[in-house]
């Protein structure tokens, strides 16, 4: 007897059903399904190194000026994407955030990027990373990168550094659609997390 015949008997037992009756509610697809072979899905059949990660060199940005008119600078904005409580010049937040913040040299997503010797030797500059794209590439979003108190989003950055450290970077120039010439210093990544012991206990963070 066929699977669809023991389906037919079952049914019509439970339901008080006539065969007939039976018989219009089993489906007819049943034997087929378990006894034709099936085809594999093409995911099933790809060797791991299928799902290898693109090279960066391949990314294609995407960023946008999400508003040109905010008339906004980048601290309060990193301050209220961020959830971090960190207030005065973007050059002082990696040391107002010691022993406040948990602090590490690696990118994380949520987390504030602390840059040096933006438009200036002394002057920072504070992005919110949005997405880690891989080791030496990440997506912010910040606000007045452009000295015009926009908010920009979805902006590359990549790690230039000759140890691959992230003490180097360049970012993305969205106007020209090109990677920006000038290399900035990189103090680090603030994380929305309290310090307490975690900062005493990462080999990441120094003071």
């Known amino acids: 007897m066929s699977t669809r015949s023991l389906l037919v008997a079952a049914t019509a037992l439970a339901a008080g059903l006539s065969a007939q009756n039976a018989e219009a509610l089993a489906p007819y697809s049943m034997d087929e399904s378990l006894t034709e072979p099936q085809t594999p899905m093409a995911n099933a059949t790809l060797a791991p190194r299928d799902f290898a990660r693109t090279p960066d060199a391949a990314f294609e940005p ?26 005065g010049d973007a050059n002082t937040w990696w040391a107002q955030a010691k022993n406040r913040y948990l602090r590490d040299r690696s990118p994380h997503e949520g987390a504030v990027a602390v840059l040096r010797g933006y438009a200036g030797a002394e002057r920072g500059h504070v992005a919110v ?22 908010i920009t989003r979805d902006v590359p950055v990549r790690d230039v550094s000759a140890r691959g450290d992230w003490s180097q970077v360049q970012v993305w120039n969205v106007v020209g659609g090109h990677w920006g010439g000038r290399t900035y210093t990189v103090q680090g990544f603030i994380l ?16």
């Open 129 to 150: 990373v949005r997405e880690v794209v891989s080791e030496r590439m990440i997506i912010v979003d910040h606000a007045n990168w452009l000295n015009g108190g926009e």
């Open 62 to 87: 995407n960023p946008v000026m999400a508003d040109r008119r905010a008339h906004l600078q980048c601290v309060p904005f990193a301050r209220r994407e961020a959830g971090i409580e960190i207030y």
């Open 192 to 207: 929305n997390t309290p310090a307490k012991r975690e900062e005493a206990s990462n080999p990441h963070a120094d003071s």
